[in-house]
Antibody
Framework: EVQVVESGGGLIQPGGSLRLSCTTSGFTVTGNHMTWVRQAPGKGLEYVSV???????YYADSVKGRFTFFRDSANNTLYLQMNSLRADDSAVYYCARVRGADYYYGVDVWGQGTTVTVSS | DIQMTQSPSSLSASVGDRVTITCRTSQSIRNYLNWYQQKPGKAPRLLIF???SLQSGVPSRFSASGSGTEFTLSISSLQPEDFGTYYC????????FGPGTKVDIK
């Protein structure tokens, strides 16, 4: 079964760091582009980052320089390292698979999300 | 940066009604437009990619069209399970999402 499962969310103080994990099954992370999308409470969807199959990541301006998206190919697991967290980073973070060669084909496999709350 | 709008922001319709949601972009994105449905507390679900292609497993009552800067998502006969928020997403540049359209069943 094709599946994505996130973990690692929690309550963290402003300025702190957190690492989210994304475990996949049914497909390889090196053969697919993967993305993180977040959703603040009561708000819409926001693109965070994409990691292309070749391994090069891109980031939204709002997280550039603070977040790092990388993978462990051997374990088919991806990570989002989040540093210098701010209150406006509080959200449900979804890990998901980009369908096909690029975003033109949409994002078709989503995890259930993991909640990050940045608060003192 | 490309700006995206959706209209209406919310709607309430009866079972069996035809529902249409519009997504507009500030510049042409050709047909690089996807549609998602999200229910409360759940992850989004891909409905349409490439402006008009139905994702596998999505009921045929969903359809979409458009190109350039104006796009529409239609539900031909609204069903009770179609409640939720619908988002468009442009994939021409940075994959931005529209603000969403909340659909309620009367």
């Amino acid at each position: 079964e094709v599946q994505v499962v996130e973990s690692g969310g929690g309550l963290i103080q402003p300025g702190g760091s957190l690492r989210l994990s994304c475990t996949t099954s049914g497909f390889t992370v090196t053969g697919n582009h993967m993305t993180w999308v977040r959703q603040a409470p009561g708000k819409g969807l926001e693109y965070v980052s994409v990691l292309y199959g070749r391994g090069n990541p891109y980031y939204a301006d709002s997280v550039k320089g603070r977040f790092t998206f990388f993978r462990d190919s051997a374990n088919n697991t991806l990570y989002l390292q989040m540093n210098s967290l701010r209150a406006d980073d509080s959200a449900v973070y979804y890990c998901a698979r980009v369908r096909g060669a690029d975003y033109y084909y949409g994002v078709d496999v989503w995890g259930q999300g993991t909640t990050v709350t940045v608060s003192s | 940066d490309i700006q995206m709008t959706q209209s209406p922001s919310s709607l309430s319709a009866s079972v069996g009604d035809r529902v249409t949601i519009t997504c507009r972009t500030s510049q042409s994105i050709r047909n690089y437009l996807n549609w998602y449905q999200q229910k409360p507390g759940k992850a989004p679900r891909l409905l349409i990619f490439g402006a008009g292609s139905l994702q596998s497993g999505v009921p045929s009552r969903f359809s979409a069209s458009g190109s350039g800067t104006e796009f529409t998502l239609s539900i031909s006969s609204l069903q009770p399970e179609d409640f939720g928020t619908y988002y468009c997403q442009q994939s021409y540049t940075i994959p931005l999402f529209g603000p969403g359209t909340k659909v309620d069943i009367k």
